[in-house]
């Protein structure tokens, strides 16, 4: 079984600055998919940024950047000039190439703070 | 166009009483998936369906809960006999069957049992 861990129940930050959100995962899988999602307090899920285990490149998506270690099953968020409105909670999760399911860590609360 | 929507946005309900939680997915998004997120807590999956069908309904926590899907499209959730650890926001998500692995989740529904 799959396991998600996120070991940073809260973190601040400044607006403007940069923060790095932290999560390792645990599979003995070789091909599968690791997902950032955003959820503030509307409750509504945001994918924020998805990266495929096959690919070595970190992905990118605009102020939002992965660090995806493979070996060391690794795959922190970097959130960089911090917005007010990225204030949210951030769940990292894992799927499996051919399975269904998301695995879901226990969350980050991020709050940027003007 | 439209997204997930479900209904209701939030129920409270006596314990001992049944509910019904319905998900309107995407039009064209033949997978369709509910999750619990219990207060504090990361997403928990509870059942996936592939059309009408569901391969996985796993992580349904007792047989007080069902699922059904009709028509390839709208879910509901049932839960019989309500007990107060069933409260939850209990989201739902839909995907479509090729061109990306991305769930688009739901705003999910806030139970309440009293």
């Known amino acids: 079984a799959q396991t998600v861990t996120q070991s940073q129940p809260e973190m601040s930050v400044q607006e403007a600055e940069t923060v790095t959100l932290s999560c390792t995962y645990d599979?003995?899988?070789?091909?599968?998919?690791l997902f950032w999602y955003k959820q503030p307090p509307s409750r509504q899920m945001i994918l924020v940024i998805r990266?495929?285990?096959?690919?070595?490149q970190n992905a990118t998506e605009n102020r939002f950047s992965v660090n995806f270690q493979k070996a060391a099953k690794s795959f922190s968020l970097k959130i960089s000039d911090s917005q007010l409105g990225d204030t949210a909670m951030y769940f990292c999760a894992f799927r499996k190439t051919s399975g269904s399911r998301l695995t879901f860590g226990e969350g980050t609360q991020l709050t940027v703070n003007p | 166009g439209a997204g997930v929507s479900q209904s209701p946005s939030n129920k409270v309900t006596e314990k001992g009483k049944d509910v019904e939680l319905r998900c309107d997915p995407i039009?064209?998004?033949?997978?369709l998936y509910w999750y619990r997120q219990s207060l504090g807590q990361g997403l928990e999956f509870l059942i996936y369906?592939?059309?009408?069908?569901?391969?996985?309904k796993s992580g349904l926590p007792s047989d007080r809960f069902s699922a059904e899907r009709t028509g390839g499209s709208v879910s509901t959730l049932t839960i019989q006999r309500t007990q107060q650890e069933d409260s939850a926001v209990y989201l739902c998500?839909?995907?479509?069957?090729?061109?990306?692995?991305?769930?688009?989740f739901g705003p999910g529904t806030r139970l309440t049992v009293l």
């Open positions: 990266q495929e285990a096959y690919k070595q």
């Open positions: 039009s064209g998004h033949t997978a």
């Open positions: 369906f592939q059309g009408n069908s569901a391969p996985d």
């Open positions: 998500a839909s995907r479509p069957s090729r061109g990306t692995d991305t769930q688009y």
């Open positions: 599979t003995s899988e070789n091909n599968y998919y």
